[in-house]
């Protein structure tokens, strides 16, 4: 794991190590200022891939976070092509949250069982294809703050009580416009559905706990998955939409 930094005014913070989800979702109301995110330099990422094959690793297969989304890929590829300890291949998930999870946990059993690289990218590049990433959001006003949305449109959109849909496919982010909580929440289940057949399913969230049992409900109803975990979205994401957002990431069966 290659933490992200989370910035909330002059304190810098490794996610996940110097400070946890819940932290984070409990205080982003409070924080006075916008929280902002950043990559660790090609050096960190070095040391890491160094370290591994200190360990013994004799490749090493770097999966992050879609690139139009974030530096990382091209942080991680400069950290790549300088490392001589052991070779590195870096792969753009071209998703985010548990839509590059999925990726990871594939990527890892497929490494377990001895595949090489190259057949594990192929796998991996044949569930891009089939990955979806859908979740509501509960507020606009963390946009606005991150510089992603203008105070005027934030505004409006508070006044008319719009709830916008992020969607994530194949490295393109996308947005549907809803208005209300019933309707955002009955718009995920119709995506949901329109996934057909799914391989995987989980719920994503941003301390969005009294959603999450709706949406299990409504997808254990419909669909033979099995148990269905919840997962907090990482607040390097969180900083940008805010808590409350709710949704589920979907790796679709064909």
């Given at each position: 794991?290659?933490?992200?930094?989370?910035?909330?005014?002059?304190?810098?913070?490794?996610?996940?190590?110097?400070?946890?989800?819940?932290?984070?979702?409990?205080?982003?109301?409070?924080?006075?200022?916008?929280?902002?995110t950043a990559v660790p330099s090609p050096l960190k990422f070095r040391a890491i891939y160094d370290s591994l094959a200190d360990e013994g690793a004799e490749e090493v297969l770097s999966i992050h976070i879609s690139n139009s989304l974030s530096a990382v890929v091209n942080v991680a590829s400069t950290a790549a092509q300088e490392?001589?300890?052991?070779?590195?291949?870096?792969?753009?998930?071209?998703?985010?949250?548990?839509?590059?999870?999925?990726?990871?946990?594939?990527?890892?059993?497929?490494?377990?069982?001895?595949?090489?690289?190259?057949?594990?990218?192929?796998?991996?590049?044949?569930?891009?294809?089939?990955?979806?990433?859908?979740?509501?959001?509960?507020?606009?006003?963390?946009?606005?703050?991150?510089?992603?949305?203008?105070?005027?449109?934030?505004?409006?959109?508070?006044?008319?009580?719009?709830?916008?849909?992020?969607?994530?496919?194949?490295?393109?982010?996308?947005?549907?416009?809803?208005?209300?909580?019933?309707?955002?929440?009955?718009?995920?289940?119709?995506?949901?559905?329109?996934?057909?057949?799914?391989?995987?399913?989980?719920?994503?969230?941003?301390?969005?706990?009294?959603?999450?049992?709706?949406?299990?409900?409504?997808?254990?109803?419909?669909?033979?998955?099995?148990?269905?975990?919840?997962?907090?979205?990482?607040?390097?994401?969180?900083?940008?939409?805010?808590?409350?957002?709710?949704?589920?990431?979907?790796?679709?069966?064909?």
């Amino acid at each position: 794991m290659v933490p992200l930094y989370i910035n909330i005014g002059r304190q810098g913070y490794l996610d996940g190590i110097d400070i946890t989800r819940e932290q984070f979702y409990q205080n982003l109301p409070f924080y006075t200022e916008q929280p902002t995110t950043a990559v660790p330099s090609p050096l960190k990422f070095r040391a890491i891939y160094d370290s591994l094959a200190d360990e013994g690793a004799e490749e090493v297969l770097s999966i992050h976070i879609s690139n139009s989304l974030s530096a990382v890929v091209n942080v991680a590829s400069t950290a790549a092509q300088e490392t001589t300890s052991v070779p590195v291949s870096v792969f753009d998930s071209q998703q985010l949250s548990l839509g590059t999870g999925f990726l990871v946990e594939t990527a890892a059993k497929l490494a377990a069982a001895g595949a090489s690289v190259k057949d594990i990218l192929t796998q991996l590049n044949k569930q891009v294809k089939r990955t979806h990433v859908f979740a509501a959001l509960d507020t606009l006003e963390f946009l606005r703050r991150s510089g992603r949305m203008n105070r005027f449109v934030a505004n409006l959109g508070a006044l008319l009580q719009i709830k916008p849909i992020l969607t994530m496919h194949v490295g393109m982010p996308g947005t549907e416009k809803v208005r209300t909580r019933d309707k955002a929440m009955k718009r995920l289940f119709e995506m949901l559905s329109e996934s057909g057949a799914v391989e995987r399913i989980e719920i994503v969230h941003a301390n969005a706990v009294e959603r999450v049992a709706e949406l299990r409900n409504f997808a254990a109803s419909g669909l033979s998955v099995g148990e269905i975990m919840a997962v907090d979205i990482n607040p390097v994401i969180g900083a940008h939409i805010g808590p409350g957002a709710y949704g589920f990431a979907v790796v679709s069966a064909s």
